[in-house]
């Protein structure tokens, strides 16, 4: 009989130790073992370590035809560092002679299959790019996304705030125009577009020439044109408070793709969409998170949000 193994038992993380080990017993006297790596399908077998009997004197006198009982042999190819590229089966190849004709030999053979594991090796937290600028008067849909590269195989994904896990709902597809998405620095501050009345702009563009009705101070827009008239303070117009702003707990939407990369690791994107809220999510703290069995704690990156 003849069985191959791995120690330690797969899956291994890249770096550690292997050893193949090829256990066969038999009555009759071996001619050689030869260990073979089978890429592309099977299609390609690569020699990795071979022994020949004929030429061992370690092995020439163990052997006596005319005993009957079984010898046991065990052959260990060992891997000092392994890598992404050792994944993949093995093959153990015997090659014993017949005992009737002492010149004959009968194969047998055996595989293995490594399998290999490698953690994330970078996280990043980006904002996806908005069609509007952060602003405490137009409800807009806002967009985290986690990208994490370097694991195999993929790995778990989800997102916290204020360290608590967010329950999203998952999006089987990517929203529309997430082609062009592109990722935008969270330091970056717009400008803030209330320091013009909503009123005035509602209304359109004064007139050049059109007095006022009343004697107010004129304001908005038209303030802007008089060199003379003080502009009005902006506490004045925060007093309007937005009435799309809700405290009710945001809807966050989940989507989470990977991609494989050439040198057979996994690039995994995931993305957290939901209506923004200035009045809740400023200075909300937002962590993507990473399980991976071959990590022993979770990789995790954070972002704090801010409104200008």
């Known amino acids: 009989y003849l069985t191959v193994s791995i120690e330690p038992l797969p899956p291994v993380v890249v770096g550690d130790a292997v050893t193949l080990k090829c256990n066969f017993k ?3 006297k071996m001619r050689e073992i030869v260990w073979y790596r089978v890429t592309d399908g099977g299609t390609i077998k690569q020699k990795i370590f071979t022994f020949d009997a004929m030429f061992s004197t370690n092995f020439s006198q163990m052997e006596n035809y005319r005993k009957r009982e079984d010898l046991v042999y065990q052959s260990t190819v060992r891997l000092p560092e392994v890598r992404i590229s050792d994944n993949g089966p093995y093959e153990c190849h015997v090659g014993i002679y017949d005992r009737a004709t002492r010149e004959k030999v009968v194969l047998a053979s055996g595989n293995v299959f490594l399998n290999v594991m490698a953690p994330p090796t970078s996280i990043s937290v980006l904002a996806a790019d908005t069609p509007a600028p952060f602003s405490r008067y137009q409800a807009q849909n806002f967009t985290l996304v986690c990208v994490v590269s370097g694991g195999k195989p993929a790995p ?3 997102f916290k705030r204020d360290g608590e896990p967010i329950e999203a709902t998952p999006l089987p597809e990517p929203p529309a125009g997430a082609s062009s998405w592109a990722p935008r620095s969270l330091l970056h501050r717009d400008l803030d577009d209330t320091k013009v009345p909503k009123s005035l702009a509602a209304d359109g563009e004064l007139g050049m020439g059109n007095p ?17 008239t003080e502009s009005i303070p902006e506490t004045v117009v925060s007093r309007e408070f937005p009435r799309w702003v809700h405290m009710a ?6 989507r989470h793709t990977h991609a494989p990369v050439s040198d057979g690791t996994v690039e995994a994107r995931a993305t957290l969409t939901w209506t923004l809220n ?4 400023n200075e909300a703290l937002f962590s993507c998170e990473v399980k991976h069995p071959a990590l022993s704690m979770p ?9 200008p």
């Open 212 to 228: 006022f009705p009343t004697a107010d101070a004129p304001r908005g827009l038209a303030a802007e044109r008089d060199s003379v």
């Open 249 to 254: 707990e945001p809807i966050y939407y989940f």
């Open 26 to 28: 038999t009555d009759g």
């Open 299 to 307: 990789m995790q990156s954070e972002v704090t949000l801010g409104k």
């Open 278 to 281: 200035p009045q809740i999510d």
């Open 156 to 158: 778990l994904v989800y």
